[in-house]
């Protein structure tokens, strides 16, 4: 769909990776009735790595940047953790973290928006749909059935094999070796 027929849908699903920090500002601010799907931080992370985007942080500084700007105590509150950062996997993840710590633990979560987990919506297809549905105040379209194992059309052709095989929990923890798990869930 073309974005200028937005106003004219009853339901969108918008994709904002790094705007969880803004989701309570957008249900105080428009009538929204947001779904929050979130990743176990490993899976995030490992997607990180296998992806061209941050090939600037593998080649330089691993410290994490507390960021100067007015404004900025959501990590200035958290500087302990963040000094201690000292490899590729701890600094995603602590993007991951704040980003995450902020939205689920804010007292509007669960109340404003849901949080789904992806692993819970792959383990718990029907229960979550349905509760996501039912969130959203419209029925279960018949062909979300036919999507739990159907690809994006982003996936890798690495990924489908892991999806059709029905093991696509399984992807992080056989790219990401046990020291980077212990590094991302450290933080």
């Given at each position: ?20 920090m ?31 985007g ?38 995603l ?33 029907e ?24 690809p ?20 992080w ?15």
């Amino acid at each position: 769909n073309k974005i200028w027929t937005l106003p004219q849908k009853d339901c969108f699903i918008f994709k904002f990776c790094h705007g969880n920090m803004l989701l309570a500002w957008l249900v105080n601010n428009f009538p929204v009735n947001p779904v929050l799907i979130t990743r176990h931080p490993c899976a995030v992370v490992a997607s990180q790595l296998n992806h061209g985007g941050w090939k600037d942080l593998k080649s330089g500084k691993v410290a994490y940047d507390i960021p100067e700007f007015r404004n900025n105590e959501v990590y200035l509150q958290y500087i302990d953790i963040l000094s201690r950062v000292k490899s590729i996997e701890e600094n995603l993840a602590a993007t991951w973290a704040l980003t995450m710590t902020q939205t689920i633990s804010h007292p509007s979560n669960n109340i404003d928006w849901i949080t789904v987990s992806y692993e819970s919506l792959y383990l718990k297809f029907e229960w979550e749909i349905q509760r996501i549905f039912s969130r959203l105040g419209i029925p279960v379209p018949q062909k979300v059935w036919e999507l739990k194992r159907r690809p994006s059309k982003s996936t890798s052709p690495q990924a489908k094999a892991y999806i059709s095989s029905g093991r696509q929990l399984q992807k992080w923890k056989d790219y990401l070796s046990k020291t980077q798990q212990d590094r991302i869930l450290s933080i």
